[in-house]
């Protein structure tokens, strides 16, 4: 009766194979292994791509599995980027800081170095301090604990005060969308410590490496692939038991779940807090490809597309989380980047760059109505998983003692 | 006999309206109680109030050997003391199989921690199958419960209760929607289970009730009418008046 977990859940072997094949062949074609067919960028896309791709799984788990309509993971997502970022930009200052000092007769010391340093990255927001959150940002150990901590820390604290306070629907929604503007609104500040709306940049040279952008740009690329087989397997592995019953149920029936002897505000809690964590790991991967981050990634539409992807793609089965990110993020930087051709109507001409978002839109609204499934139940077609078939509705007053097959005589 | 629950003077309102006035009611650890009333009598917010759903304005309602008060309890915590609640609409999770629904339901730690790392062991699956044995849905334990009939869901709901193994059952309407074959069964289930425990019962319909052979609690805007055998209480005056009379 019960069977294996893999027998219950193909994809968990299928899903990493796919990604492992795809990474190979990527990495045969790209420029940094010699063959040059993919460039650079398009493998930094392609890596980026499959950041998104782990956010929108724990998207999935959030929202398609447990219930919860967050519309603030991005958040998250971003401040994993802000913690790897600050090492990365404090270590590279910090070389280039050493290397020109040591140019000057007298060694400098180490406060001086520390002041330079300063100097640099807060000279663009008119400040040569360093704020406290930069505290371990000479640490790459330390900041890699805050790509997880900060991120699990903050959800936990919200996700307390909301869920301890029974809001949910459209009213926890809003809660997470002001969380994020919220921060966003923060950092722009020149005085939040982050360098307001410059962000962070340069993040694509890692520090002590030499090796060109051809080959980080790989390296980051497996990464983010392994990254994301492990998310996936994760959140499989998650969903797959009776942790995934009850979070499946209090998606369906969160007052059952309750009187069933489960404290659902804790199981929410777990799953935000959970979430936010992998979300923070996508971004402390995403923005070293991107090379920048700043305030403007995690302003509240951001989550909003994240919803999007996983509603395009499917909610409530990973893979579809994974189809539907990689399809509209790739579809967008295509439209985006000019790459489609205008459609000219003789009186008006289409400019695709800004109409996509129009279609992104519809295409949306046209998923929620006409295909709830998303693109993930295209692969229903195939594998005959129906939609239980509900029989046994209440048939009402008149014919409620009748059997269904009595009753429609 | 000591009581299992003990309710005494509680009232609840809702915006001025009083849906429950001072009621008291008692039930014993192993006793079948069937509560009968017109609609709006209060069956339902009692039941609320039980569970922790709903906070009384005043009263006490007191559980167990050690009188401890469920008003301070959150919904989980009463229900991990050992009170189920079966709905009257059928609530089972229908997006899983009955054999998820009564893994889900079965006696076991509710913290998530112990959850994540919990694989049903053989005994657990043994137990499922002799539950759904009880509750007749043997040959339908990897169907998708939402594919079940109206009376299969609330067999599951039932067999769900049970696998919870509660000291107190709390059970609305549960032959609604039944054939007459199938209130048999529910009857043969409930009475079995009110061997060994408290069973409340809410219902409207009198033949059921009477199948149940047990004590009943009439309720009446909010406050117990009267409280006996079947016979005793059709046979009173004011309840004739407000319920059987109409």
């Known amino acids: 009766m019960q069977r294996s977990f893999i027998a219950r859940n193909p994809s968990v072997l299928l899903f990493p ?16 292994f010699g063959v040059g067919v993919i460039s650079t960028s398009f493998v930094k896309t392609l ?94 150990f330390l900041q890699l604990i805050l790509v997880v901590l900060v991120p699990g820390l903050l959800a936990l ?63 980051f690329f497996w990464g983010s692939a392994f990254a994301l087989a492990i998310g996936y397997l994760l959140a499989a592995w998650l969903v797959s038991g ?14 059952r779940v309750r009187f069933l002897g489960y404290s659902v505000e804790i199981y929410k809690l777990t799953i935000f807090t959970l979430t936010a964590m992998i979300a923070g790991i996508a971004g402390a991967l995403y923005y070293p490809q991107a090379g920048i981050i700043n305030p403007a990634e995690i302003a509240p539409i951001a989550s909003i597309y994240l919803a999007v992807w996983v509603a395009i793609g499917g909610r409530g089965r990973l893979y579809g989380a994974v189809i539907g990110a990689a399809f509209v993020s790739l579809l967008s930087t295509w439209f985006t980047g000019g790459q489609a051709p205008d459609i000219p109507l003789g009186f008006y001409t289409i400019k695709l760059v800004d109409w996509w978002l129009v279609l992104l839109g519809l295409s949306f609204v046209g998923v929620t109505l006409f295909a709830p499934k998303g693109m993930g139940g295209l692969v229903d077609l195939w594998t005959a998983r129906r939609t239980p078939n509900r029989h046994g509705a209440d048939l009402g007053p008149d014919a409620g003692s009748l059997r269904e097959q009595e009753a429609k005589q | 006999m000591s009581a299992l629950l003990e309710v005494s003077g509680v009232s609840v309102s809702f915006d001025g309206f009083r849906a429950i006035n001072n009621l008291s009611f008692r039930i ?53 003391a050992g009170v189920g609640r079966k709905f009257q609409k059928p609530t089972v999770f229908e997006d899983q199989t009955v054999e998820e629904n009564l893994l889900m339901a079965l006696r076991k730690p509710r913290g998530w921690f112990a959850v994540l790392a919990y694989r049903p062991s053989e005994h657990d699956l043994e137990r499922v199958v002799e539950l759904a044995k009880e509750i007749g849905l043997s040959d339908a334990l990897t169907r998708k419960s939402g594919e079940l009939s109206h009376g299969q869901k609330q067999w599951l709901e039932i067999g769900m209760l049970l696998a919870q193994e509660p000291r107190l059952l709390l059970v609305d309407e549960p032959a609604a929607g039944m054939t007459p074959a199938e209130r048999e069964q529910t009857t043969a289930i409930l009475v079995e289970a009110a061997k060994t425990r408290a069973v409340v019962v809410v219902e409207h319909d009198m033949e059921f009730v009477r199948r149940l052979n047990c004590k009943v609690t009439v309720l009446h805007e909010g406050a117990v009418l009267a409280e006996g055998s079947l016979d005793h209480v059709t046979s009173n005056q004011d309840v004739i008046d407000v319920y059987l009379g109409r």
Not at chain 1, 24 to 32: A, D, K, N
Not at chain 1, 194 to 204: A, K, T, W
Not at chain 1, 242 to 255: M, T
Not at chain 2, 28 to 52: H, L, Q, S, Y
């Open chain 1, 242 to 255: 009776k942790f995934g019953s009850v979070i499946r149920g209090i998606r369906d029936n969160e007052a």
């Open chain 1, 157 to 219: 604290v919200f996700g307390w005060l909301a869920f301890r306070s029974r809001v949910a629907g459209v009213y926890l929604s809003i809660l997470t969308q002001a969380m994020t503007l919220a921060l966003a609104l923060y950092l722009f500040q020149n005085d939040s410590g982050l360098r307001g709306n410059n962000g962070l940049s340069g993040l694509q040279n890692l520090p002590n490496v030499s090796a060109p952008q051809a080959v980080v740009s790989l390296w």
């Open chain 1, 17 to 32: 194979a796919l990604l492992a094949l795809f990474t190979l062949v990527v990495t045969v074609l790209s420029e940094g």
């Open chain 1, 47 to 140: 890596g980026k791509t499959l950041c998104l791709c782990l956010v929108a799984v724990a998207m999935d788990l959030v929202w398609g599995f447990t219930g919860i309509l967050s519309l603030g993971h991005f958040a998250f997502f971003g401040i994993g980027g802000y913690m790897i970022g600050m090492w990365l930009m404090y270590e590279r200052t910090r070389l280039i800081v050493v290397q020109s000092l040591s140019q000057a007769e007298i060694p400098p010391t180490p406060t001086e170095v520390v002041d330079a340093i300063g100097n640099q990255i807060f000279g663009v927001v008119g400040s040569s301090e360093f704020p406290w959150i930069w505290g371990f940002a000479d640490s790459l």
């Open chain 2, 28 to 80: 014993g650890a192993a006793e079948m109680r069937a509560v009968i009333g017109p609609n709006g009598a209060g069956k339902t917010t009692f039941m609320d109030v039980v569970t922790g759903k709903t906070r009384p304005d005043e009263g006490h309602v007191l559980w167990g050997e050690k009188s401890q008060s469920l008003l301070t309890m959150s919904e989980a915590k009463i229900a991990q």
